[in-house]
């Protein structure tokens, strides 16, 4: 235990310690519901769905049908006739054959890296991936090089470079999570094409937010392509748990008997599976639902940037407020919280070094004088600071 305190320790004096932050509120949710208002600009739950009535009601008559467990993994038992309708949904959002549902994004993220590519395969990926697609990737046992963010050149050249016949996959997030900015999937497909490669798609942030009623990056860049195998979650904008892959219908039938994390789970509740549904009929039914969450976006960040902030390259409602030192990231984000507002400090080593910054993230569901309220605050601190 000595030596872990001493790490602990080691990241404390960095101001690089993480802590868990206890809250008895909603944590997906714009607003708290105790007298104190605090406002939360922090959550992935882009569409307010976590807290949407016709989930909860849908989520209750499944507990009241099926239990609160599944009692087994899928292969075994707890394959309850929500999954097929679910993955039927999400194949027709994604325009694919079929669709695998896994118990988080985590779990679809290195169960498909890990059982679609093997040592002697060359896995290509975004310098700013995801953490679950950095282990997946270096799980699977594959040689692993990373390309510099959204730098075609540089992919074009690993590319190149690689042993001749050598089985090549193309990994990228379609929304960057830490920085909101969008992968140039149509030169990423042609590069793939060229150099005879398949494109594994993290949408996890995109699903639900960009594209034709949140169908994704794919759809947003009119691309349907054999090549590309998209993921996705359950968990942000449609505000359950539960992540996903869809291709074809051979894809998903290979994942189904080699995906570890997929196979050696228990399967996901039936209430989580009948709230999902209800998520996305409702993105289907309600477009304003999206329009909001971009209207809200553009907002921001138009007022933001005119402000004199860095927001980096951020096209998405996850806006980079860019501040550089890890220190003065987590004291502007103390002086939110003080007066009432969460934004979380992202540090390394979730981004790089030198690179801290709040992550703002807006939600359909925020008002125009809320987002009024945190920009003021925003100008107020970043002035006392010296950032703005
Ligand atoms: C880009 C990206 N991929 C995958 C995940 C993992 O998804 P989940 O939270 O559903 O496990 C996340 C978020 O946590 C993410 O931001």
Sequence with gaps: MDHYKEILQQLEEKHLLRSLRQTDDRPSSARSTHEHAQLFFSSNDYLGLANHPVLKSEAIAAIQRWGVGSGASRLVSGNTPLYQVLEEKLASLKETEAALVFSTGYMANIGTLGAIAHQGDLILGDRLNHASLIDGCRLSGATFRVYRHRDMVHLKKLLSNRKKEQKTLIVTDGIFSMDGDIAPLPDIMTLAEQYDATVYLDDAHATGVLGPHGSGTASHFKISNPRLIQMGTLSKALGGLGGFIAGSDVLIQYLVNKARPFIYTTALPP??????????????????????????????????????????????????????????????????????????????????????????????????????????????????????
Excluded at 286 to 303: A, C, G, T, V, Y
Excluded at 311 to 325: R, V, W, Y
């Design 271 to 388: 209430a989580t599976l009948a709230a999902s549904i209800a998520a996305l009929d409702l993105i289907q039914k309600e477009p304003s639902l999206i329009s909001q969450l971009w209207e809200n976006r553009n907002d921001f960040h138009k007022k933001v940037t005119r402000m004199g902030f860095n927001t980096l390259d951020s096209e998405s409602p996850i806006i980079p407020i860019f501040i550089g030192d890890s220190e003065r990231a987590l004291a502007f984000s103390r002086c939110l919280l003080e007066n009432g507002i969460h934004v979380s400090a992202i540090r390394p080593p979730t981004v790089p070094k030198g690179t801290a910054r709040l992550r703002v993230t807006l939600m359909a569901t925020h008002t125009t004088a809320e987002i009024d309220l945190l920009l003021n605050q925003f100008e107020i601190i970043g002035k006392n600071m010296g950032i703005i």
